[in-house]
């Protein structure tokens, strides 16, 4: 098969740079909705490099079938068959292509929480004991969704995913140093007020390794320090369900309040259990080429000049030990077409309308990103 060399050369980095393949490792490669040709340049980069890939291919349809009618008797035993399987794996590729991202916006609440419930083993194994990265695949439905031409689309995919993710390793390592160091954290922006501590919690860059496209480095508050009101500006899709203009107020850290255009089942989600209205991770976005929101949180969460803050499950590091089945990226960006603001670590000013004031942090303004050397 005759494969674009632009798609080998993003599955060499997917096998290369983000997950690092050696001799005799096993690489689950996971592929929702995607063409064959992805696929099999993986499989072919994984030999390549001595590693033994593993494929299983998912369509969108079926799994909304099985969803609709899912049972405990039913899956119980599926995600342990899916857990034994993920333990023999030491790295993990995940590809989502559907071309319809409301494919299980008719699934029942309850369903979808039995099914993340049982499931949910596996993806802990799976971020916490495997090398993993997960993207999405340019589709239609993902161009219709970023207001561009099919064509258009693909390229601007193609160059967001093959950015040589190097560039930002000098400015993360300066912005992880300084959130290590950071107790009070104070977000501005319309609509937006809020203040919590990251003391003691750390921080983890994401440049590549994790998620295609990257670019942010993420912490998480002290669980019960939030307080205050974040005004979220990007749209986002949780679920199969869409929500515009998400409004969350803190006390203590819980979520008291939340509105958006869909209120009822927003409220739905963040009451899926205790963990859904705290908050599991904080992070700031700086991807160069992702300027716009598209509903794709894999896109949307690395918006230069953004932060998104997340209802929900803790990563097991940097976390604050919250324990939930939702994890919920939603965004705000703070760049002046999006109306501003301004992010605060211990009094003193560190991001203004979406760049980075600190000398320290100038490698991850847009400008040197892109190879522009004298950007500020």
Request: glycine share 10%; hydrophobic share 40%; with cysteine.
């Amino acid at each position: 098969m005759i494969i674009d060399p632009r798609i080998t050369l993003l599955a060499q980095g997917l096998t290369g740079f983000s997950t690092t393949l050696k001799k005799g490792e096993r690489v689950l490669i996971d592929a929702f909705d995607v063409p064959d040709a992805i696929i099999i340049a993986l499989i072919r980069e994984a030999r390549r490099r001595g590693a033994l890939p593993y494929v299983q291919v998912h369509r969108a349809r079926i799994t909304r079938e099985l969803s609709l009618g899912a049972e405990e008797a039913q899956f119980a035993p599926h995600a342990e068959v899916e857990l034994a399987r993920m333990q023999k794996m030491d790295a993990y590729i995940a590809l989502r292509g559907s071309d319809n991202i409301f494919e299980g916006s008719d699934i029942p609440a309850e369903r979808v929480q039995l099914v993340s419930r049982l499931m949910k083993p596996v993806l802990d194994h799976r971020v916490g004991k495997t090398k993993w990265v997960v993207l999405r695949w340019p589709s239609s439905a993902m161009a219709q969704q970023a207001g561009m031409s099919t064509e258009a689309f693909e390229e601007f995919y193609l160059r967001v995913c093959t950015l040589d993710y190097s560039r930002m390793t000098p400015g993360m390592a300066a912005l992880k140093k300084l959130m290590d160091a950071t107790d009070k954290v104070h977000i501005k922006g319309p609509g937006t007020d809020l203040r919590f501590s990251i003391k003691g919690i750390g921080s983890q860059p994401c440049g590549g390794l994790r998620n295609i496209p990257d670019g942010e480095v993420f912490s998480c508050p002290v669980k019960e320090s939030v307080e205050g009101v974040v005004q979220y500006n990007a749209p986002t899709v949780y679920l199969g369900s869409s929500f515009d203009n998400i409004r969350l107020v803190f006390r203590q850290g819980r979520i008291v309040e939340a509105t958006s255009n869909n209120t009822k089942r927003l409220n739905e989600i963040l009451d899926s259990d205790a963990g859904a209205r705290y908050v599991g991770e904080f992070a700031l976005g700086f991807n160069p080429y992702i300027l716009e929101p598209m509903r794709d949180i894999l896109f949307d969460e690395k918006i230069a000049g953004s932060f998104h803050f997340t209802p929900g499950q803790a990563y097991d590091f940097p976390g604050n030990g919250n324990k939930s089945q939702v994890h919920w990226d939603m965004v705000c960006i703070q760049r002046p077409e999006y109306g501003g603001g301004e992010v605060w670590f211990d009094g003193k000013l560190i991001r203004k309308d979406g760049l980075f004031v600190p000398k320290t942090l100038h490698k991850l303004n847009p400008g040197y990103l892109l190879g522009q050397p004298d950007a500020k």
